[in-house]
């Protein structure tokens, strides 16, 4: 049966994804309060005191719907952007999985990317250190409490 390569976790590495996402909200605030400010000023500029004010309703109910229309679009943006990291939050999270298992002396299989992940060098140079890492350990004696206690006796 081949290997699914769907996403079924919507963050893996919480911390980061959602400092990630917390800065696409910043710029996307930021964004829009200068987008509304930048119409006022124009609109200040442009018209005459008496006519602003009876053009300000208008006006106000053309922010709101530019308002609405781009926080219509904002939650389509982070699952972009979240998305996205997961081609490279879930590498790294999968090879620091490997380096925690491969510290306790367990076997390691070799870390398989998905085709559009990034750190593809990442993932192929840990696996040549963990082939070399689980190559050597082979053909080291392994210390066991037995050992211990004879090397102890001599």
Do not use: C
């Not at 400092?19 to 000023?41: D, G, I, P």
Request: net charge positive.
């Amino acid at each position: 049966m081949p290997q699914s390569n769907k996403r079924w976790r919507l963050f893996i590495d919480r911390p980061i994804q959602s400092a990630l996402l917390a800065r696409v909200v910043l710029y996307w605030a930021v964004s829009l309060l200068t987008q509304v400010l930048m119409v006022v000023f124009f609109a200040v500029i442009s018209s005459s005191p008496d006519d602003f004010y009876v053009r300000a309703q208008q006006l106000w109910s053309h922010l709101q719907l530019a308002i609405i229309a781009s926080a219509v679009v904002l939650p389509l943006i982070l699952l972009d952007v979240l998305r996205l990291s997961h081609r490279w939050v879930g590498p790294i999270f999968r090879v620091r999985t490997a380096l925690h298992a491969l510290s306790r002396g367990e076997h390691v299989p070799p870390i398989r990317l998905r085709e559009n992940d990034f750190w593809q060098e990442l993932a192929g140079d840990f696996n040549v250190i963990a082939d070399q890492f689980s190559k050597q350990n082979a053909t080291s004696p392994t210390v066991t409490d037995e050992n211990l206690a004879a090397l102890a006796k001599d």
